[in-house]
């Protein structure tokens, strides 16, 4: 049930009468604060997983509304030329990833901070692709709720069971629609700042698998003597709603299948991921607890129906690779103790979304509204004016502003 999406518009009523009746005192004291503030809007919300077991909200399946490419300088692109070929492995494929770390890679400068561009790049060049269709007339001018990247929904879908690493997001709202950025945490620097070695080469491992498992053309095949460069990219766009939150995000995808009769994407595309060799049950209850998690949200989010997983040894020389359709993971973990579950993560980013909308009132891309987590706390949120952390650039604004008055 967990992983299925929504269609059409039949399950609506059923799921907000199924989240009316369970409006209770648990919803309701998860909405009641401390300190109200003058609005009357909550000044926290809590990210306690048993708030959040209810029935799965709305989640209807992504519609892929756009793609770009980012080349090795980390130029945009309105095309799929960095859009890679999955090819199926050997049984045993015996890859070795350690191979060309220090002779064929060229690593992307992650202390540069990106924020929202380059997917603000493509609503800049693609504005006519979202659509607008399906639901009542949107009270902003894109007709989406929300803007942001995959990957900072993932942080709050996974939110209710992480234990060791907080989070910042920005919230900027412009025009009727509220743009998230992540922000880096200041722990999230140390540990950017201080990687060992063996902690700089394993994050090499996953790419190189990636250039194990893709060709670059249709009919090609991998090769695994090339250039492993971090700073190319294929995105995908794709809009959904969950609940009453009409979402447009981008997300990174590794590669699709070759089968030209594939559904289409994002039904096509297929995460690759590695893993260290599973060899007791402790370390089998780990990997469910704690990797599928993220495996799941990551992919769920866009619907990329299958992750293709390299389990390597201590030596990253990998020994196995298993496909795991993203729809069966709930039931790989159903008999683990006190696991995750979807319908957690579902419902507490849904319950966030709804008090961000809440709080963020103000229309106006240089004020930002800053939300904040840690571990074992509650969300809150600063509001801060012109500072460091207004990520809305110039271009974007005024080129939207443009754009309005010349269609007016």
Not at 237 to 254: C, I, M, N, P, W
């Amino acid at each position: 049930m967990a992983q299925r999406y929504h269609r059409d518009h039949h399950h609506e009523s059923a799921y907000k009468r199924c989240r009316d009746s369970s409006s209770d005192y648990n919803a309701d004291k998860r909405h009641r604060s401390s300190e109200e503030s003058q609005h009357g809007s909550p000044e926290t919300l809590s990210a306690h997983r048993q708030q959040y077991e209810r029935n799965f909200p709305l989640y209807k399946q992504p519609v892929e509304v756009g793609f770009f490419s980012l080349d090795s300088h980390r130029n945009f692109f309105n095309d799929q030329r960095q859009l890679r070929y999955y090819v199926q492995p050997r049984k045993s494929p015996d890859f070795n990833l350690r191979d060309g770390y220090t002779s064929r890679f060229v690593k992307r400068d992650d202390s540069v901070k990106e924020r929202l561009d380059h997917l603000l790049q493509w609503i800049r060049v693609n504005r006519d692709k979202i659509q607008t269709r399906d639901q009542t007339p949107s009270s902003s001018a894109l007709g989406v709720d929300f803007v942001t990247w995959r990957g900072h929904l993932t942080k709050v879908l996974t939110t209710p069971y992480e234990t060791q690493e907080g989070w910042l997001l920005a919230v900027s709202k412009f025009r009727g629609t509220i743009y998230i950025s992540e922000v880096e945490t200041e722990a999230a620097r140390v540990n950017r700042e201080t990687r060992s070695e063996r902690q700089e080469e394993m994050m090499y491992w996953g790419y190189k698998f990636e250039q194990y498992m893709c060709a670059d053309d249709v009919d090609g095949t991998p090769d695994p003597g090339g250039i492993v460069n971090t700073n190319e990219a294929f995105c995908t766009v794709v809009q959904t709603r969950l609940a009453d939150h009409k979402l447009l995000f981008s997300g990174e995808v590794d590669c699709r299948v070759k089968d030209p009769d594939a559904p289409p994407a994002p039904g096509c595309y297929v995460e690759l991921k590695t893993s260290a060799e599973i060899c007791t049950p402790k370390q089998q209850s780990n990997f469910h607890r704690y990797k599928l998690l993220k495996w799941w949200a990551q992919s769920f989010l866009p619907g990329v129906p299958q992750i293709v997983a390299g389990f390597r040894d201590h030596d990253g020389i990998v020994v196995s690779v298993e496909t795991f359709q993203t729809s069966k993971i709930s039931q790989l973990i159903k008999n683990e103790y006190n696991c995750w579950k979807p319908t957690v993560c579902m419902n507490f980013c849904s319950d966030f979304l709804s008090f961000v909308k809440s709080v963020v009132k103000e229309d106006d891309p240089r004020l930002v509204y800053l939300f904040r987590w840690d571990p074992h706390r509650d969300v809150t949120y600063t509001v801060h004016r012109d500072s460091q952390y207004t990520f809305l650039p110039d271009w974007y604004t005024k080129d939207m502003k443009s754009h309005h008055s010349s269609h007016h």
